[in-house]
């Protein structure tokens, strides 16, 4: 339903940039379509599961490079695994956040095709997670919390990446940031699947944005490896339970940061004043806290996870 609803919306802004741009625009044309798009959007209610996969996807979503300039001051990218390369797709550096020195990293996806090629449409070889490692140890050094913003479809899955490392580089981040002595808050912006998302999940608190999805994979390869047929995407998304809403009943994510109606991506100067609340929201509750505590926390959410899951197969 919301991919169709989203079609004419598109179709509706691209008429009103139209009317816009003539010499004399037809406002009564114009306030029409607003009145349309106005109706449209309140349509987006009551989504199902698959309708949050296709608007956690969407292109025009916000990216982690909009949230950093929107969100944090001083942003100082950093660059480099220490072994000789650059991985476009994780993006990071130092930041100031109301004044607090910060490290802030995560997936970064593109715009356009262009784009997208150039960050491997947000699936990080092992380079990309050892400079999220790398910028992870250098905020514990100098006492910075992490911030980290989740929105990839997996960790790239190509032999040459295998080749270098990629579990490896996973498994590394995971141990690691199971005892960072440092607050982690991590964000699912967008799609968070398989271990590419939890490489830099590992957090304090964990968010979602309303719309999110985040998994063990995405819904057409559950359904490839469950019914052979990808195709059957839809039906894997209400098995999965892969949303938001689901996962804070599991006990998985800490909270929702809510979105406008219809997605981030129509109002995102309101999604970015959101997660800036809920991020200084978070990092209060750590002020006072000693930084084996924090890593005992963290511990402790996760183990938590663990058992629940072992005590409902049993």
Not at 33 to 52: A, Y
Request: net charge negative; glycine share 8%; hydrophobic share 40%.
């Amino acid at each position: 339903m919301v991919k169709e609803i989203d079609e004419r919306i598109q179709a509706i802004d691209a008429e009103i940039d139209e009317l816009m741009a003539e010499e004399a625009v037809d406002e009564p044309r114009v306030y029409v379509l607003r009145r349309e798009k106005h109706e449209l959007i309140k349509m987006c209610r009551d989504l199902t599961p698959h309708d949050k996969v296709y608007i956690a996807r969407h292109k025009k979503r916000p990216k982690i490079t909009e949230y950093i300039s929107n969100i944090f001051e001083d942003f100082f990218e950093q660059r480099g695994d220490d072994l000789g390369k650059d991985d476009m797709s994780i993006y990071g550096g130092i930041a100031t956040f109301h004044g607090m020195p910060v490290t802030v990293l995560g997936h970064r996806k593109g715009n356009d095709l262009s784009e997208n090629l150039k960050v491997n449409f947000g699936m990080p070889g092992p380079e990309g997670y050892r400079k999220a490692l790398r910028l992870m140890k250098q905020a514990e050094k100098f006492g910075r919390p992490v911030i980290t913003f989740i929105d990839t479809p997996g960790a790239y899955p190509g032999l040459e990446a295998e080749m270098y490392g990629q579990g490896t580089a996973i498994a590394n981040n995971l141990a690691k940031m199971s005892d960072l002595k440092v607050p982690v808050i991590a964000i699912v912006t967008g799609e968070g699947s398989s271990g590419g998302a939890l490489a830099i999940g590992v957090a304090n608190t964990v968010l979602m944005l309303e719309n999110s999805v985040y998994s063990i994979l995405s819904p057409e390869g559950y359904a490839s490896i469950l019914w052979k047929d990808s195709g059957r995407s839809e039906e894997a998304c209400e098995l999965m339970k892969l949303t938001a809403q689901d996962l804070l009943s599991f006990g998985v994510i800490d909270d929702i940061i809510p979105e406008p109606l219809g997605g981030a991506h129509l109002n995102p100067k309101m999604v970015f004043k959101t997660v800036d609340r809920y991020i200084r929201r978070e990092l209060e509750k750590y002020v006072k806290t000693g930084p084996e505590e924090i890593a005992k926390q963290r511990y402790k959410k996760f183990r938590y996870i663990d058992e629940m899951y072992l005590a409902e197969k049993a």
